[in-house]
């Protein structure tokens, strides 16, 4: 089974950064595409970044290029999500996710009914 902890949000002054991690396990990830999306409160759940886990391929969301660093760390089996420049709008529960079986890296990756498995959600606080 596969499971997905994620840690290292908290609340931090905007401008300042932070990097979130989705510590994965229960399966080879060989063939996963692993994503982050986040949902703020009264909002709908939103994509934010996928990278495949193979070929470290990413692909983001245009609200957060330039700002948001995706990457994955083979030998720990954890995806993390570098957040620099942080906004109050980016305040939001943080999730990570895993899809078995998209091929592909790019807009299509945004639905969130392709990834199978989830974590629980780390919680970003950005203070103005």
């Known amino acids: 089974q596969v499971q997905l902890v994620e840690s290292g949000g908290g609340l931090v002054q905007a401008g300042g950064s932070l990097r979130l991690s989705c510590a994965a396990s229960?399966?080879?990830?060989?063939?996963?595409?692993m994503g982050w999306f986040r949902q703020a409160p009264g909002k709908e759940r939103e994509f934010v970044a996928a990278i495949r886990w193979s070929s470290g391929s990413t692909y983001y969301a245009d609200s957060v290029k330039g700002r948001f660093t995706i990457s994955r760390d083979k030998g720990n089996n954890t995806v993390h999500l570098q957040i620099d420049s942080l906004k109050p709008e980016d305040t939001a529960v943080y999730y990570c996710?895993?899809?078995?079986?998209?091929?592909?890296?790019?807009?299509?990756?945004?639905?969130?009914?392709?990834?199978?498995?989830w974590g629980q959600g780390t919680q970003v606080t950005v203070s103005s």
């Open positions: 229960g399966r080879t990830f060989s063939t996963y595409t």
């Open positions: 996710a895993a899809d078995p079986y998209s091929p592909y890296i790019d807009s299509r990756l945004r639905q969130a009914p392709l990834y199978d498995y």
